[in-house]
C-alpha cells in the first residue's frame, strides 16, 4: 500500500507546489489524479518516485517511508515503483527489446548492463510482455519507427519489467487519438488487475478518467479537493477542481458515458442468465 501524508513541495522560487497532501492507495486501486495544469499532478507523482524531492511529509510504500530514504536504499526502493512518461522516455536508437531490457538495469551490475547482457530469464520476460501489450514479433525495430500508440506500450512493458507494487503514469494518452487513448487506458488497467498493482493515473481528460479509473482524485493549487468514486464527478465538484465554467458539454459526456456503462452491464448480467 502506497500512504502519503502532509506531503508538501516548495520550490526554490518559493512556489508551493503542494500542501500537504494525504492519500492512500491500496495495492491493486488505481486512481486518477486530475486537475487544472499547475495544480501539482506531475509534481505529487515525481515526489512519490523522489524525481522531485519533497519538501516535507511521508511517502511510504509499504510501510518504508521513500521520502527518507538516500543512496543505495533508495535505488532499491525505486525498482518497486514502475514509471509511464506522457514522452516516452525511449531511446530512439535502440530497439523495442533494448528499450525493454533498460527497465532490468537496476537489477543487473554495471558491466552487464553496459554490455547489455542481460539474463536469459529477463529475456524471456521481455518477449512475454512484448506479447501481452500487443508488440509481438517487434522486437528488433527501433524505437524512432515506431507510432504514437506502439512506443506507449513499449513504456508501458518497460515499467512492467522491473516486477513493480506501484505504477506512476504521468498522461498516457496525451499524445495519442481518441481509439487508441482507449486502447492504451483499457491496457492499463488489466494489467494493474492482472498484477495487483497499485497505480496513480495523472491525466486531463476528465471523461477518460471517469470511464476508465473508479476513483478520482482531484487536484487544485497544491491542495485534495476532491477524492471520491468516478460516478461521483458532476457539475459541482468540476467546478470545485477546476473553478467556474460552462461545464454543460462535459458533464452531458459523462451522464452519456455512464448510460451506456449501464446498458453494457444490463446486457452482460442477461448474457450471464441466459
Known amino acids: 500500500m502506497l500512504a502519503i501524508e502532509g506531503l508538501t513541495k516548495r520550490y526554490s522560487t518559493g512556489d508551493l507546489a503542494l500542501k500537504g497532501v494525504t492519500l492512500t492507495v491500496a495495492a ?13 499532478k506531475s509534481t505529487l507523482i515525481r515526489c512519490v518516485n523522489r524525481l522531485v524531492e519533497p519538501t516535507s511529509g511521508t511517502i511510504r ?3 518504508v517511508d521513500l521520502a527518507a530514504l538516500r543512496g543505495a536504499r533508495l535505488r532499491a526502493a525505486r525498482r518497486q515503483i514502475g514509471m509511464i512518461f506522457q514522452e516516452y522516455a525511449l531511446v530512439e536508437r535502440l530497439t523495442v527489446m533494448e528499450n525493454l531490457l533498460s527497465g532490468r538495469l537496476g537489477y543487473t551490475g554495471f558491466w552487464a548492463s553496459w554490455f547489455r547482457r542481460f539474463p536469459a530469464t529477463d529475456i524471456l520476460r521481455a518477449y512475454e510482455l512484448l506479447s501481452r501489450v500487443g508488440l509481438a514479433g517487434m522486437e528488433n525495430k527501433r ?15 518497460r515499467a512492467l519489467m522491473q516486477d513493480p507494487k506501484l505504477l506512476l503514469v504521468d498522461e498516457p494518452t496525451a499524445s495519442l487519438d481518441p481509439k487508441t487513448s482507449r486502447q492504451i487506458m483499457r491496457l492499463i488497467l488489466d494489467l494493474c ?15 477518460l478518467a471517469t470511464e476508465f ?29 477546476y473553478g467556474d465554467e460552462d461545464w454543460t458539454a462535459i458533464t452531458q459526456r459523462l451522464a452519456s458515458q455512464r448510460e451506456r456503462r449501464d446498458r453494457d452491464f444490463e ?8
Not at 491493486?28 to 501539482?40: F, K, R, T, Y
Not at 524505437?143 to 512493458?157: K, M
Not at 446486457?267 to 441466459?274: D, N, V, Y
Open 28 to 40: 491493486g486501486e488505481v486512481l486518477g489524479l486530475i486537475g487544472p495544469s499547475g495544480a501539482g
Open 61 to 63: 510504500l509499504d510501510g
Open 143 to 157: 524505437a524512432d519507427a515506431l507510432s504514437g500508440g506502439q512506443r506507449q506500450r513499449v513504456g508501458i512493458a
Open 193 to 207: 488487475r492482472e498484477r495487483g498493482l497499485a497505480a496513480i493515473v495523472n491525466i486531463h481528460d476528465v471523461v
Open 213 to 241: 479509473l473508479p476513483r478520482i482524485v482531484g487536484l487544485r493549487a497544491g491542495e485534495v479537493v476532491f477524492d471520491g468514486p468516478a460516478a461521483e464527478v458532476d457539475r459541482a465538484v468540476l467546478t470545485r477542481i
Open 267 to 274: 446486457t452482460e448480467l442477461e448474457a450471464e442468465a441466459a
